[in-house]
T-cell receptor
Framework: AQKVTQAQTEISVVEKEDVTLDCVYE???????LFWYKQPPSGELVFLIR??????QNEISGRYSWNFQKSTSSFNFTITASQVVDSAVYFC??????????????FGKGTSLLVTP | DTEVTQTPKHLVMGMTNKKSLKCEQH?????MYWYKQKAKKPPELMFV???????INESVPSRFSPECPNSSLLNLHLHALQPEDSALYLC?????????????FGPGTRLLVL
């Protein structure tokens, strides 16, 4: 069975600090897809990135970067020079085939990030 | 454009009421989802529609009844709900053609059952 673990429940940082959110996953599939979503207090889940299992290149998008390491089954997310607007709950997720042509996301429990001025 | 819309944004209902949640997307996506999210928890899958047919029902109680009238619209009909059903209900869609596609979420409906 698949599993996504986000061991950090809550993180609090001061603005401009760098912060890394950890994600460890378990799957028996050889091909799989990992995602990060941001959920601000408004509630909407905002897609940040998708990574497939055969592409281990790290990715950088502005202040955001992702480190995918298949050897350790980790897909960590780093925010550089954090800002107050980064305060949100961040979910790591693994795409799971549920049968009958249905794919769904298997979410970790989320990490609540608070950035204070 | 990756917009999924949901109405209403907030809903308060009594345990004897019947209400419906609506979700709409105009991205040509053929897979649509309902998730339920309780406070401080991750979203939990409820239903998946693929090409307007129900493909996954995660053992959801019958007081929740999904409907997919066409490829752009997804409804969730609510009847005789319990206070523990109070939650954020999220709709999502994805193209539905390959395994790697991203799900895009709507803003959610915050439901309070009294």
């Amino acid at each position: 069975a698949q599993k996504v673990t986000q061991a950090q429940t809550e993180i609090s940082v001061v603005e401009k600090e760098d912060v890394t959110l950890d994600c460890v996953y378990e799957t028996r599939d050889t091909t799989y897809y990992l995602f990060w979503y941001k959920q601000p207090p408004s509630g909407e889940l905002v897609f940040l990135i998708r990574r497939n299992s055969f592409d281990e290149q790290n990715e950088i998008s502005g202040r955001y970067s992702w480190n995918f390491q298949k050897s350790t089954s980790s897909f960590n997310f780093t925010i550089t020079a954090s800002q107050v607007v980064d305060s949100a709950v961040y979910f790591c997720a693994l795409s799971e085939y549920k049968g009958n042509s249905g794919y769904a996301l298997n979410f970790g429990k989320g990490t609540s990030l608070l950035v204070t001025p | 454009d990756t917009e999924v819309t949901q109405t209403p944004k907030h809903l308060v209902m009594g345990m004897t009421n019947k209400k419906s949640l609506k979700c709409e997307q105009h991205m040509g996506h053929r897979a649509m989802y309902w998730y339920k999210q309780k406070a401080k928890k991750p979203p939990e899958l409820m239903f998946v529609y693929s090409y307007e047919k129900l493909s996954i029902n995660e053992s959801v109680p019958s007081r929740f009844s999904p409907e997919c009238p066409n490829s752009s619209l997804l409804n969730l009909h609510l009847h005789a709900l319990q206070p523990e059903d109070s939650a954020l209900y999220l709709c999502a869609s994805r193209p539905g053609r390959t395994t790697e596609e991203t799900q895009y979420f709507g803003p959610g409906t915050r439901l309070l059952v009294l």
